[in-house]
């Protein structure tokens, strides 16, 4: 069974960093895309980056440049570099994977198939 679980979320004045984690299991593939997305108050879930097994990643226009999304493949981690935060990234984050037959498939668009119960990230100013 598929388990992910998200953790090194908090809050952080604006200017500040943070670094969020996801630890996953239970799944083996050729092919993974994994990203992270995140859910504001009164506002549908958007996609913030998105990593494939091969290494390429794609990164949302409102975060480009202040964060990093990174996996550590041989323990199924993934992690997202957020800096230079800004109130407006407060939400809820989601660790989200999904299983492919290829990396070559992963994109901001592609539907993920599993994902973590969040961690709540609230930037003050």
């Known amino acids: 069974q598929v388990h992910l679980e998200e953790s090194g979320g908090g809050s952080v004045q604006a200017g500040g960093s943070l670094r969020l984690s996801c630890a996953t299991s239970?799944?083996?593939?050729?092919?993974?895309?994994m990203g992270w997305y995140r859910q504001q108050a009164g506002k549908e879930r958007e996609v913030v980056a998105t990593?494939?097994?091969?290494?390429?990643?794609n990164y949302a226009n409102s975060v480009q440049g202040r964060f990093s999304i990174s996996q550590e493949t041989a323990d199924k981690k993934l992690f997202l570099e957020m800096g230079s935060l800004k109130p407006e990234d407060t939400a809820m984050y989601y660790c989200?994977?999904?299983?492919?037959?290829?990396?070559?498939?992963?994109?901001?668009?592609?539907?993920?198939?599993?994902w973590g119960k969040g961690i709540l990230v609230t930037v003050s100013s």
């Open positions: 239970g799944y083996t593939a050729i092919g993974v895309c």
């Open positions: 990593i494939a097994s091969d290494g390429r990643t």
């Open positions: 989200a994977l999904a299983l492919m037959p290829h990396p070559k498939y992963c994109s901001l668009s592609y539907n993920m198939d599993y």
